[in-house]
Structures are given as structure tokens and as C-alpha cells.
């Protein structure tokens, strides 16, 4: 995680891509300092506009002003991309990386207009290049700290897909029953319109769009639900039992020379209870 948010290639050589990189990708420096809140102030504004022309009565009037903001903006934004690929070292090192890609898909829905009639109100996903103020507010720190959260979840992704697989046998298997119960007179058209309801009901949502009538269906229906409650917390305890695994796993195990305390963090420095400074070694 902490790799896949880092910057894209080491500074370039002496030059004008040094002199941009340190602008574009840097914030130490006040033009570096500028450049990330003009970025931030435009991809609020064009992703305000998107918001503003999915509001029809807005949309009739102003059509063609928004459509050329939205416009102005991709073609900025997509100049923007081409120039962060041409000053750094390794294009394709910064193409797959989390900005790279966030950055690409800031410009792709307007380009994908022109082929699919409403895809341009998918460029609210600029929103994510905000992103960028963890960087600019040096709170990266915490991007870390959710990659402990990504690598439980990972972890974890064998047992939760057997949880998965469970579920859809289970709701295939009441659907199925529901099918033969119900019927279509009361709305259970076909076995795949049946497993909907049972998803729904056994994730205790209940739209109401599909309801049992007879006496027995509504015995399968609250014996579901109570699988439902049984079984909703299965992926949570799961996940959080790994995310205890990862947290011990990260904990350096040292002991405080002075007070003899175990469990720091791996970069602590000090000792969380006196103070003591540990060593290098």
C-alpha cells in the first residue's frame, strides 16, 4: 500500500524535467506549494460543474457553458497527465501507480462521452485526486496506516470467499424453494427473481417489492431472516480477527531498557510509558 501511493520514479537529472518535477510532484517549494492548490481548487470546480449539470433545469439552460467547462478542464487536467508522464523517469512506473491511475481516470469519462451517451457524469472521480492533499498536508502517514487495513482484508480473502460462496448457495437453494412455494401468481416469476428476494431478505433489507402470501412461504421467510441475523456478522468477525493478526504482527516485541516494557510500534523511537530513547540497532 505504502509503495503503491509513493512517488513515481526518483528526481530526474538536472534539467527543465527536474525543475518541473520538483513543481509538479513536489511541496517542499513554494511554486510546488502553488501548483498542488491551484490542482486541488480546479478539480473541485470541474467536479462541481458535473454536479451541477445532472440538475435539468440547470442543464437546459446553461447546456453549452457547462459542456465547455467540461471540456476546458478535461483538456487541462488531460495536458496535466501527458506532462507528468514526460518528466519523469519511468512513465510506465508512474502510469501504474495509484496517482497514475487516478489521474487517468480523471479524464476518461469525457473522452468516453463521445462514444457512450452519459459517462461524463462518471467524472466525479476526479474527487479522488484530492488524494493528493495527504500528501500536500504531509498526512501520509495515515495512507499507511490503511494499508494494515487492505493487507487484513487481503488475508482474509480466502475465508471471506468461502463465506461468499455459502451465501449464494443458500439463497439459491431458498429462492429455489420459494419458486415452488409461491409462484408467479404471487410475484416469484422465476427462480432467479426469487434468489433477489431471498438476497434481500437474508441481508434483513426487506424492499416489500416481493412479499410471500401463503402461510408456508412466510415460514421459509422468517427462517431466513434469522439466518440473515445469524450469519450478517460472519465477514465482520472474520475481517477483524485478521486485522488483530496484522496489528501483532506490525508491534515491535523490544524491550525498554529502563522499564522493561514490551509491544512498541515498529518505528516507535521513545518508550510509551518513560520516555527512553531506543537504539538504532
Request: proline residues 4%; charged residues 20%.
Amino acid at each position: 500500500m505504502q509503495q503503491f501511493f509513493q512517488d513515481p520514479a526518483p528526481w530526474p537529472k538536472p534539467g527543465w524535467r527536474r525543475a518541473a518535477y520538483g513543481v509538479i510532484f513536489g511541496h517542499e517549494t513554494r511554486a510546488g506549494l502553488y501548483f498542488d492548490l491551484w490542482l486541488i481548487a480546479a478539480i473541485l470546480s470541474s467536479v462541481a460543474i458535473t454536479l451541477i449539470d445532472s440538475v435539468e433545469a440547470i442543464h437546459r439552460r446553461h447546456a453549452e457553458l457547462l459542456y465547455a467547462l467540461e471540456w476546458f478542464f478535461t483538456l487541462m487536467f488531460t495536458a496535466e497527465y501527458l506532462l507528468r508522464l514526460l518528466i519523469v523517469e519511468k512513465p510506465g512506473r508512474y502510469a501504474r501507480s495509484a496517482y497514475g491511475v487516478i489521474d487517468l481516470l480523471a479524464v476518461l469519462p469525457t473522452y468516453l462521452s463521445l462514444l457512450i451517451a452519459g459517462t461524463q457524469y462518471l467524472l466525479v472521480t476526479r474527487l479522488l485526486r484530492i488524494l493528493r492533499v495527504f500528501r500536500l498536508l504531509k498526512l501520509t502517514r495515515y495512507v499507511d496506516e490503511s494499508g494494515l487495513m487492505i493487507d487484513a482484508l487481503l488475508r482474509s480473502r480466502r475465508k471471506i470467499l468461502v463465506f461468499v460462496i455459502f451465501m449464494l448457495t443458500l439463497v439459491t437453494v431458498f429462492g429455489a424453494l420459494m419458486y415452488l412455494i409461491e409462484g408467479p401468481d404471487n410475484g416469484f416469476t422465476s427462480i432467479p427473481m426469487s434468489m433477489y428476494w431471498a438476497i434481500v431478505t437474508v441481508a434483513t433489507v426487506g424492499f416489500g417489492d416481493i412479499a410471500p402470501v401463503t402461510p408456508v412461504g412466510r415460514l421459509v421467510t422468517s427462517v431466513l431472516v434469522l439466518i440473515g441475523y445469524g450469519v450478517i456478522a460472519v465477514p465482520t468477525g472474520i475481517y477483524t480477527a485478521e486485522l488483530m493478526n496484522t496489528l501483532r504482527a506490525s508491534i515491535d516485541h523490544r524491550e525498554c531498557r529502563r522499564c522493561g516494557l514490551l509491544g512498541h510500534l515498529g518505528d516507535a523511537r521513545y518508550c510509551r510509558r518513560c520516555g527512553e530513547r531506543f537504539s538504532e540497532d
